[in-house]
């Protein structure tokens, strides 16, 4: 394990890290001392980086290859899965959980609990190469113990409810309000998460409709 100088690690005996795990990687944008503080019982697999200047709570996990950037602030409990990369600025909440190949843009927002699926993107520039865009980059917020589908796109400045659910594959263009069901390209309100079919009746469902159709041949 590579730990910088400036890397402060609470309870270090605690710490599970492989061997290629980097603590404090040196952030170019950071002048002046900026250590990377990090919580206690971390558990870090092969090829993550933590950058310096960021500051993770205790029960931190990550998968294989997790890029945490500089100046960004994360919960305890947080969980990110392989692949995935947590750009320099953004707030993380406890307990969110960032499944594998996710890209959390830069000032990206993600409240208490929320979850993303595999290969959600956050993004935070309006009109990419064009400086005055780049100046005011904002990532969107994700409000707490939102679920946000597999392969998910996520607009800047975009707001997404507390609770809210947004189907897979869907592009968020416009905010959504709390506690909704939204999806498609763009995302749409379809209903309200409360109204959703149990999801044991719907697997039950499912699995007799299989079974009507393996009848019907």
Not at 58 to 87: L, Q
Not at 117 to 138: E, H, I, K, Q
Not at 158 to 175: K, P, Q
Not at 180 to 191: N, Q
Request: aromatic share 6%; with cysteine.
């Amino acid at each position: 394990m590579n730990v910088h100088p400036d890397a402060v690690v609470a309870g270090a005996e605690e710490l599970r890290a492989d061997p290629d795990v980097v603590l404090g990687y040196p952030a170019d944008r950071l002048t002046g001392p900026a250590p990377l503080r990090l919580g206690r019982r971390a558990r870090l697999r092969s090829g993550t980086v933590l950058y310096a200047g960021s500051s993770i709570g205790d029960d931190f996990s990550t998968g294989h290859h997790v890029v945490v950037r500089e100046a960004s602030t994360i919960g305890h409990g947080v969980s990110i899965w392989s692949g995935s990369v947590v750009d320099y600025g953004c707030v993380i909440g406890d307990g969110v959980k960032i499944h594998a190949n996710c890209y959390v843009a830069q000032y990206t927002e993600l409240a208490d609990g929320a979850f993303l699926a595999p290969g959600v993107v956050c993004t935070n520039d309006l009109y990419p190469g064009d400086a005055r865009s780049g100046a005011l980059m904002t990532g969107p917020r994700i409000g707490a113990h939102a679920q946000i589908g597999g392969g998910v796109t996520i607009l800047p400045f975009v707001e997404i409810g507390a609770g809210t659910l947004v189907g897979a594959g869907s592009v968020v263009t416009h905010d959504l309000p709390a506690g909704v069901v939204a999806y498609g390209v763009p995302a749409r309100v379809v209903g309200r998460v409360d109204d959703l079919l149990d999801a044991e009746l719907r697997l039950r469902a499912r699995y007799e409709e299989r079974q009507r159709a393996a009848c019907r041949t």
